[in-house]
């Protein structure tokens, strides 16, 4: 990669789906770069979040449709890429965790048979050396006996060890940019600390960049590096995380207050006020 | 509420002084190999909001599914407003305690409309004038009575929650077991959910017990707390202890410590308690 020139480029990226009752604008011009930093994507349900992150990955369900002025990823246009190079993009040089193992695991095939085929398939690396590695990796994730849960079906884990366990797969072929959608949310406060550490690792000595999508507005102000708030579809405001506490749009502080605090305590939360302005036009 | 009041509304008789509204000793629950609650006592006075938190299969949700009759596998003793507790509960003692869980698309019958949830209740425990009570239980948990004829796909997650809530009120009773009420929800509506729960206690002066994994969720709604941890209760303490940043035990202090957001230095000293 190029000196200062960001990991990825997205302008004015929208997602557009045609649905029975109408057109669903679900992300509406929103532009951002990405260094070899940590970027926090904050929002509520249908604020368009998970979807700027499927978008990079051109991984848009049917029947979505996707624009951008820009969308670039070291120097690849995804916005034209063809099959064959995306395929060797996703997975080993940008990376996707979701929120939900129980839908992003194969449920008929070992949990550490999908680690390691993953590590084949991305890393080059053979049968022998995938296994060590995926053993590794899990370990890595904070699993108590990497053993067992190698050999464990997904059903035969938690969800905060399946979460831990697609976290391991990604991890283990050390991509360039890791999207993470809500990675930690199914975790135990402890589990995701740590799990937490090591996206951490990854991005201050490996030089990963990393979109962490989340709701939680006070775990990616004490974890990330840049905080992006988005309302319905549109980035409404950008600011450093470590100054959260003093944003300026009334959503980002509307959020803020709504959340209970073990440090402030509060006779009633306050309740969100949504204002139309916020939609900006042609919401 | 005073005794007379709540005489007035045609419940209980009031507890002697002193006598807890919910009581548990020794509580065992064990599954086929696995031991889930090892012992847990705790003591919930009327009118008192008490939290019991811990990390999944701490045996937190266990508990409260033990106290609410939902799970028989259970030994030790339960009592609630000094009556014990068999492994079948009577009528009565659902129209005292009512449960409110997590998920509320999986806790409302998808194919029955709210009106209906709201009914059957009333019908079971053959309570009058089910038109005005239904008004009436809609408008306290903000919810209009054009809400009345639709079903549950037909609402959001928070409408949803005020359903359920609704449907536990509806009996009028006096204690409301809380599984993680909020923990599927925005933090915009967790805000009205919770704002709308503790408006209910003190209006109704109900009593909270109030399962979740959010220790800022407790520390807003409850006046002390239960720390669980491998089954046991590890800690007992108030949630000014918890602000105060005050707990006894390392695991509570850990505990806490992982729940004011990453600290690189905190998760590498993180240690595990078995």
Same mark, same amino acid.
């Given at each position: 990669?190029?000196?200062?020139?960001?990991l990825l480029?997205?302008?004015?990226?929208?997602?557009?789906?045609?649905?029975?009752?109408?057109?669903?604008?679900?992300?509406?011009?929103?532009?951002?770069?990405v260094g070899r930093e940590k970027v926090g994507i904050v929002?509520?349900?249908?604020?368009?979040k998970?979807?700027?992150g499927?978008?990079?990955?051109?991984?848009?369900?049917?029947?979505?449709?996707?624009?951008?002025?820009?969308?670039?990823?070291?120097?690849?246009?995804?916005?034209?890429?063809?099959?064959?190079?995306?395929?060797?993009?996703?997975g080993?040089r940008i990376a996707m965790v979701l929120q939900?193992p129980?839908?992003s695991?194969?449920?008929?095939?070992?949990?550490?048979?999908?680690i390691?085929?993953?590590?084949?398939?991305?890393?080059?690396?053979?049968?022998?050396?995938?296994?060590?590695?995926?053993?590794e990796m899990l370990a890595a994730v904070k699993m108590?006996?990497?053993?067992?849960?190698?050999?464990?079906?997904?059903?035969?884990?938690?969800?905060g060890m399946g979460q831990r366990a697609m976290i391991a797969m990604m991890l283990g072929t050390e991509p360039d940019l890791l999207i993470a959608d809500e990675p930690t949310s199914a975790l135990d406060v402890t589990v995701q600390m740590q799990v937490l550490a090591i996206l951490d690792d990854l991005v201050t000595q490996r030089g990963m960049g990393l979109i962490f999508v989340s709701h939680d507005?006070n775990l990616v102000a004490s974890f990330c590096d840049r905080v992006?708030?988005?309302?319905?579809?549109?980035?409404?405001?950008?600011?450093?995380a470590?100054?959260?506490?003093?944003?300026?749009?009334?959503?980002?502080?509307?959020?803020?207050?709504?959340?209970?605090?073990?440090?402030?305590?509060?006779?009633?939360?306050?309740?969100?006020?949504?204002?139309?302005?916020?939609?900006?036009?042609?919401? | 509420?005073?005794?007379?009041?709540?005489?007035?509304?045609?419940?209980?008789?009031?507890?002697?002084?002193?006598?807890?509204?919910?009581?548990?000793?020794?509580?065992?629950?064990?599954?086929?190999?696995?031991?889930?609650?090892?012992?847990?006592?705790?003591?919930?006075?009327?009118?008192?909001?008490?939290?019991? *938190?811990?990390?999944?299969?701490?045996?937190?949700?266990?508990? #409260? &599914? $033990?106290?609410? @009759? /939902?799970?028989?596998?259970?030994?030790?003793?339960?009592?609630?407003?000094?009556?014990?507790?068999?492994?079948?509960?009577?009528?009565?003692?659902?129209?005292?305690?009512?449960?409110?869980?997590?998920?509320?698309?999986?806790?409302?019958?998808?194919?029955?409309?709210?009106?209906?949830?709201?009914?059957?209740?009333?019908?079971?425990?053959?309570?009058?004038?089910?038109?005005?009570?239904?008004?009436?239980?809609?408008?306290?948990?903000?919810?209009?009575?054009?809400?009345?004829?639709?079903?549950?796909?037909?609402?959001?997650?928070?409408?949803?929650?005020?359903?359920?809530?609704?449907?536990?009120?509806?009996?009028?009773?006096?204690?409301?077991?809380?599984?993680?009420?909020?923990?599927?929800?925005?933090?915009? *509506?967790?805000?009205?959910?919770?704002?709308?729960?503790?408006? #209910? &206690? $003190?209006?109704? @002066? /109900?009593?909270?017990?109030?399962?979740?994994?959010?220790?800022?969720?407790?520390?807003?709604?409850?006046?002390?707390?239960?720390?669980?941890?491998?089954?046991?209760?590890?800690?007992?303490?108030?949630?000014?202890?918890?602000?105060?940043?005050?707990?006894?035990?390392?695991?509570?202090?850990?505990?806490?410590?992982a729940?004011?957001g990453y600290d690189r230095e905190a998760a590498r000293?993180l240690?595990?308690?078995?």
């Amino acid at each position: 990669m190029t000196g200062a020139k960001p990991l990825l480029e997205v302008e004015d990226l929208r997602v557009e789906f045609e649905t029975r009752v109408g057109l669903v604008r679900a992300v509406r011009g929103v532009s951002f770069t990405v260094g070899r930093e940590k970027v926090g994507i904050v929002g509520e349900s249908g604020s368009g979040k998970s979807q700027t992150g499927r978008a990079i990955l051109r991984l848009t369900p049917q029947p979505g449709r996707v624009t951008a002025k820009k969308l670039d990823f070291d120097g690849i246009d995804l916005l034209k890429a063809d099959e064959r190079t995306m395929r060797d993009i996703r997975g080993k040089r940008i990376a996707m965790v979701l929120q939900d193992p129980k839908f992003s695991l194969n449920p008929v095939m070992s949990v550490g048979k999908q680690i390691a085929e993953a590590y084949r398939a991305h890393g080059g690396v053979g049968a022998k050396e995938a296994e060590r590695k995926a053993l590794e990796m899990l370990a890595a994730v904070k699993m108590r006996d990497p053993e067992r849960v190698y050999r464990a079906y997904p059903n035969e884990l938690s969800g905060g060890m399946g979460q831990r366990a697609m976290i391991a797969m990604m991890l283990g072929t050390e991509p360039d940019l890791l999207i993470a959608d809500e990675p930690t949310s199914a975790l135990d406060v402890t589990v995701q600390m740590q799990v937490l550490a090591i996206l951490d690792d990854l991005v201050t000595q490996r030089g990963m960049g990393l979109i962490f999508v989340s709701h939680d507005l006070n775990l990616v102000a004490s974890f990330c590096d840049r905080v992006l708030v988005m309302y319905a579809g549109r980035i409404v405001e950008q600011l450093r995380a470590s100054e959260l506490s003093q944003a300026q749009h009334p959503y980002t502080q509307g959020l803020l207050a709504a959340l209970p605090r073990i440090d402030r305590p509060v006779a009633e939360l306050q309740v969100l006020k949504r204002d139309p302005a916020w939609l900006g036009e042609g919401a | 509420m005073t005794g007379a009041a709540r005489r007035l509304r045609g419940m209980a008789e009031p507890l002697d002084a002193g006598q807890p509204m919910l009581a548990a000793e020794d509580l065992h629950v064990r599954f086929a190999d696995v031991h889930a609650v090892r012992g847990a006592g705790f003591a919930v006075a009327d009118g008192e909001s008490y939290g019991i *938190v811990g990390e999944s299969g701490s045996g937190k949700s266990t508990v #409260l &599914r $033990a106290v609410a @009759g /939902l799970n028989p596998n259970w030994t030790g003793s339960i009592r609630i407003a000094g009556e014990t507790m068999g492994r079948h509960r009577p009528r009565s003692f659902h129209k005292r305690v009512q449960m409110v869980f997590q998920d509320p698309y999986g806790s409302l019958h998808p194919r029955h409309t709210v009106d209906r949830v709201l009914s059957e209740p009333l019908a079971i425990h053959g309570m009058d004038d089910a038109e005005n009570r239904i008004e009436r239980v809609l408008r306290e948990v903000g919810l209009g009575p054009a809400f009345r004829f639709r079903f549950p796909h037909q609402l959001s997650g928070g409408q949803r929650q005020r359903v359920a809530i609704a449907r536990a009120l509806i009996l009028e009773p006096q204690v409301l077991l809380l599984d993680e009420p909020t923990s599927s929800l925005d933090v915009s *509506v967790q805000a009205e959910i919770l704002n709308l729960l503790a408006r #209910l &206690r $003190a209006e109704h @002066g /109900l009593t909270f017990v109030l399962v979740t994994h959010n220790l800022a969720v407790v520390a807003h709604m409850c006046d002390r707390l239960a720390v669980m941890n491998q089954g046991r209760i590890v800690e007992e303490l108030s949630v000014d202890q918890l602000r105060a940043n005050e707990p006894a035990e390392a695991y509570t202090r850990q505990l806490l410590k992982a729940s004011l957001g990453y600290d690189r230095e905190a998760a590498r000293a993180l240690a595990t308690f078995d």
